[in-house]
């Protein structure tokens, strides 16, 4: 195929099961992060990656973890991620967005696939109409980092104390509007359910993902009805668990 980068050879089964927009967004994601030029976006993405694989040869605690990416993406310039993901490009390969629910996209950066494949590592890209949600949930196994790169959104979170086959027994931490490089971030010990809502939209944030910490332990999400939360004494809520389809239904449209 020619004009295309060196390093982009799809199979021709591949490109053909692919519709006109998640070529154009395959096409963006490979390119991503490919020039010299971008080598500033490119390292402080890189060392993130390098927090990833420390996390994950246990030579990082998740707290620790969360802390460093805190201080990791107060370095970076948005504008400078912004042009290396190409994320006007992408614009048209993501509309419609859905209105209760983010629009997700993994983002493949070539220079950085072998970094982030060691360190069990994804890059994600969500994409959220402005009054959509991301809705109350928490996981388990795992850290991960929301990294706001346009729009705001409206961050809660919670520490999880306890979580029964019902209930989930929670501490509010944060409650706030998260401007352009802006972050917030889960563990097992902090923060641990989240919820967003696009403010001014369409909102726009990169998921840095860790799963599957402990193979043997816990894993996968859970999601809470947060509404309907009641108080438990000491600045804590038990809140229901519901399903999947009953979250969107009450909080995807914010």
């Known amino acids: 195929m020619a004009g295309l980068p060196r390093m982009f050879d799809p199979s021709r089964r591949t490109l053909l099961r692919l519709g006109p927009a998640a070529l154009l967004w395959f096409l963006h994601a490979r ?5 010299p030029g971008r080598s500033a976006a490119l ?8 927090l990833a694989l420390a996390l994950r040869r246990g030579e990082l605690e998740p707290l ?7 201080r990791r993406v107060a370095t970076i ?3 400078e991620v912004l042009a290396a993901i190409d994320l006007d490009g992408l614009v048209a390969a993501l509309d419609p967005l ?6 997700v996209q993994p983002v493949e950066l070539d220079a950085l696939a072998v970094l982030l494949r060691d360190a069990g590592a994804k890059l994600k890209l969500f994409a959220l109409a402005r009054g959509s949600a991301i809705v109350p949930h928490g996981h388990h196994g795992l850290v991960s980092m929301h990294w706001v790169l346009r729009g705001t959104m409206h961050a809660r979170s919670f520490d999880r104390i306890e979580r029964t086959p019902t209930h989930v027994l929670m501490r509010p931490t944060i409650d706030r509007v998260l401007r352009p490089g802006d972050a917030s971030s889960v563990s097992e010990q902090r923060d641990n359910i989240h919820w967003f809502v696009a403010v001014d939209g369409p909102a726009f944030a990169l998921d840095v993902l860790v799963p599957r910490l402990d193979p043997a ?6 999601y809470v009805d947060v509404r309907a939360a009641e108080p438990a004494g000491e600045e804590r ?3 229901p668990i ?7 239904r009450r909080y995807g449209r914010g």
Not at 64 to 70: C, F, G, K, T
């Open 242 to 248: 519901v399903s999947g389809r009953e979250a969107h």
């Open 77 to 79: 310039d948005v504008a």
């Open 98 to 103: 859905p209105d209760d629910r983010p629009r």
């Open 217 to 222: 332990g816990r894993s996968g999400r859970f």
């Open 237 to 239: 809520l038990r809140a």
């Open 43 to 50: 390292e402080g993405l890189r060392a993130m990656g390098e």
């Open 64 to 70: 620790a973890w969360q802390d460093e990416m805190a």
């Open 31 to 35: 390119r991503a992060l490919a020039e």
